[in-house]
């Protein structure tokens, strides 16, 4: 049974038009991550939510924002997409605490975003 | 900060044959955890094994061990009677302790290719 879910799996956008990613767990983990990975390349932390308080990465553009309106559920809104945005986008979840079991992260597919 | 490096951008092993992954990281912290992550062409990352910096005995799960070497910062895969479905990018994985302040800082990863 799938835990962390993501939709859609693949998005496409118009350059400059908003788009929102979604992401749900079953799990009822505290934290919840947003990941950007671009071809290739190591998965980069943008986000996460500890319960409903937010941290940003100190690298992460102001065109990526997210909303956690529930346990279950986050948002990844990007305001305007540009060209550069295309990646897939992983959304992942831990209990968090100490101890190795809060810390393991748990993946949903993905969603390739492609900016047009 | 952190940083993981994994040097191997691309590995190929014959099936049934034994292959290690490489994988180093940078820390002043004396207590993480490491983890293998899997991910395999369909995008969903996956725990492989994962590794906690202050137990000394290395981690093994069915066909996967690791070896951990503390002092040298390395933390290298082993997939013994590699199979097809071994198949996959492979990503080193660093977290602190408290899990949710940093979220996992991961390698570039390592594609591995299983000959048949």
């Known amino acids: 049974d799938a835990m962390v879910i993501q939709n859609p799996r693949y998005q496409v956008t118009q350059f400059g038009k908003p788009v929102t990613l979604s992401c749900s767990q079953t799990?009822?983990?505290?934290?919840m991550y947003w990941y950007q990975q671009k071809s290739s390349q190591a998965p980069k932390l943008l986000f996460h939510?500890?319960?409903?308080?937010?941290?940003n990465e100190a690298d992460t553009p102001d065109n990526f924002q997210s909303r956690r309106p529930n346990t279950s559920f986050c948002f990844l809104d990007i305001r305007s997409p540009g060209l550069g945005d295309a990646a897939m986008y992983l959304c992942?979840?831990?209990?968090?605490?100490?101890?190795?079991?809060?810390?393991?992260?748990?993946f949903g597919q993905g969603t390739r975003l492609t900016v047009v | 900060a952190q940083t993981v490096t994994q040097s191997q951008p691309e590995m190929s092993v014959q099936e049934a044959e034994t292959v290690t992954l490489s994988c180093t990281y940078d820390?002043?912290?004396?207590?993480?955890?490491l983890f293998w992550y899997k991910q395999p062409p369909s995008r969903q990352m996956i725990l492989v094994i994962r590794?906690?910096?202050?137990?000394?005995q290395n981690a093994t799960e069915n066909r996967f061990s690791v070896n951990f070497q503390k002092a040298a910062k390395s933390f290298s895969l082993k997939i013994s009677d590699s199979q097809l479905g071994d198949a996959a990018m492979y990503f080193c994985?660093?977290?602190?302790?408290?899990?949710?302040?940093?979220?996992?800082?991961f390698g570039k990863g390592t594609h591995l290719i299983i000959q048949p």
């Open positions: 992942a979840t831990s209990r968090d605490g100490t101890g190795l079991g809060n810390t393991e992260a748990f």
């Open positions: 799990l009822n983990h505290n934290v």
């Open positions: 939510y500890y319960d409903k308080d937010f941290n």
């Open positions: 820390t002043s912290e004396s207590d993480y955890y």
């Open positions: 590794q906690e910096a202050y137990k000394q």
């Open positions: 994985a660093f977290i602190s302790p408290g899990g949710g302040a940093d979220g996992l800082t």
